[in-house]
């Protein structure tokens, strides 16, 4: 079977809109659907053709995203990915993933490519590793004490309308992405999208609820959430579906968070991509009052080793070089001489023995700063060459706050 990986024309929404609906089963909603495509950049859209039937598509977003450091790097958001199921199991996906890394690269643009798969076993084959996991957390409001935080009371929680607020909420938003990797900056379309709220999407929950904290009339943050009621004849038994929380200061998310776990009819409260490392947990008295399911969150791919890993900075000084395996991204493999430290870096080729062998996947997992390298090594999956330099490289790579996509794509 032939494969031809190519640009789409003017059509190119409508054709990923037709693609997405027969490869993921399902009719998309028009309301859920108008939001994909104020996004959509139809010029970074593919097609692979069999003969004259598009049998495959993937998409890419522009993004700019922190990095260990922080620093702010474009990165390419892979998405809208779907073979016909006519067309599986042939080559169709590794045509478009192989034909999108080498665009890339060939391009000079974005040095990593992320995503988030549907199913995790589909993408360690074209170099993606694991980069940050969600947390889905149900936490009991019966059990809900938390551990005081100052200044919390001096925070006020009043109601706003979500449109209208869009901006200062946006403004809030736009200070913490530096303070976690994996966050991405708003542009309009994904502004506009964080309050779209499409009905075909509320799981039969109530609209959109937005919330800010304040202090002496200031706005210190804003949480976005959903409630739930359910009737049963033991009591009301609601849920308190929380979409984001986010503040600029330690008081004003604890006052978000003793406001939303806190809500009379609600026996419970969920979200579903919280950090494992998020204040929440610290804070409530009762360890298991949250119940965390931990899942795979983005997936990174380095398109370019040597562009990657001098745009982002180490947490401890390292000076390492690194013997990478791929055979997809064939420039990327063989050795590179690693040297950085929380103020620069720099990596190039060299002709050295290596300190340490591993797949560019698992360097893709340790980019945003997850710390995995040591439990790669103790797989058995990173090979250690010079003792220590597993320790010395996992510590340099891990981030202080946990990498964390809060913005699905
Ligand atoms: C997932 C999907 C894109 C794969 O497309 P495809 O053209 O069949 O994939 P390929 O033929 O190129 O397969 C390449 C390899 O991936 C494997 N693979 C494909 N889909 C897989 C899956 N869902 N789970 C595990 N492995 C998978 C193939 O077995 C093959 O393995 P091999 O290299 O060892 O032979 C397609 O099945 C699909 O559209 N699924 C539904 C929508 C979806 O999940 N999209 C991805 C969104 S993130």
Redesign the pocket.
């Known amino acids: 079977m032939t494969i031809e990986v190519r640009p789409l024309g003017d059509d190119a929404w409508q054709q990923a809109f037709t693609m997405m609906e027969l490869?993921?089963g399902e009719t998309w909603p028009q309301d859920a659907a108008e939001v994909e495509q104020a996004r959509f950049e139809p010029d970074r859209s593919i097609g692979a053709f069999v003969g004259d039937t598009m049998a495959?598509h993937a998409a890419i977003y522009s993004f700019t995203m922190t990095v260990p450091g922080p620093r702010a790097l474009d990165v390419a958001g892979v998405s809208l990915?779907?073979?016909l199921p006519t067309?599986?199991?042939?080559?169709?996906?590794?045509?478009l993933m192989r034909h999108q890394l080498h665009d890339l690269h060939e391009s000079g643009r974005e040095p990593v490519a992320v995503?988030?798969?549907?199913?995790p076993?589909?993408y360690g084959?074209y170099g993606y590793g694991c980069a940050t996991q969600w947390a889905y957390a149900e936490i009991n409001r019966a059990k809900r004490a938390m551990r005081p935080v100052p200044g919390a009371d001096e925070v006020t929680v009043r109601y706003a309308d979500p449109e209208k607020s869009l901006d200062v909420c946006a403004g809030v938003r736009e200070a913490i992405v530096p303070t976690r990797p994996g966050y991405f900056r708003h542009n309009e379309p994904w502004r506009r999208g964080e309050v779209a709220d499409p009905e075909s999407e509320r799981g039969g929950a109530s609209a959109l609820r937005c919330v800010l904290a304040e202090r002496e009339g200031e706005v210190t943050g804003f949480a976005y959430y959903r409630s739930k009621s359910n009737w049963e004849p033991g009591g009301p038994n609601g849920t308190t579906v929380v979409q984001r929380v986010h503040a600029t200061d330690t008081a004003s998310y604890a006052a978000l968070w003793q406001f939303l776990a806190d809500q009379d009819l609600m026996a419970k409260v969920t979200h579903r991509r919280l950090s494992l490392d998020d204040p929440l947990l610290t804070w409530l008295r009762d360890s298991r009052a949250a119940m965390v399911t931990v899942r795979d969150g983005m997936w990174a791919r380095l398109v370019d080793v040597g562009r990657a890993l001098s745009e982002r900075r180490y947490t401890t000084p390292v000076d390492l070089v690194l013997e990478v395996r791929d055979d997809l991204c064939p420039w990327n493999a063989g050795r590179w001489h690693l040297a950085g430290d929380e103020s620069g870096a720099s990596c190039g080729r060299v002709d050295r023995e290596p300190d340490l062998v591993l797949e560019v996947a698992d360097l893709g997992a340790a980019y945003f700063g997850r710390p995995v390298l040591a439990a790669l090594g103790a797989a058995g999956v990173a090979e250690e060459r010079t003792p220590g330099s597993l320790t010395a490289a996992t510590r340099a790579f891990t981030s202080d706050a946990l990498p964390l996509l809060d913005t699905p794509f």
């Open positions: 490869s993921f495959g990915v779907g073979v067309h599986r199991r042939r080559g169709v996906l590794t045509a995503l988030t798969a549907s199913e076993a589909i084959r």
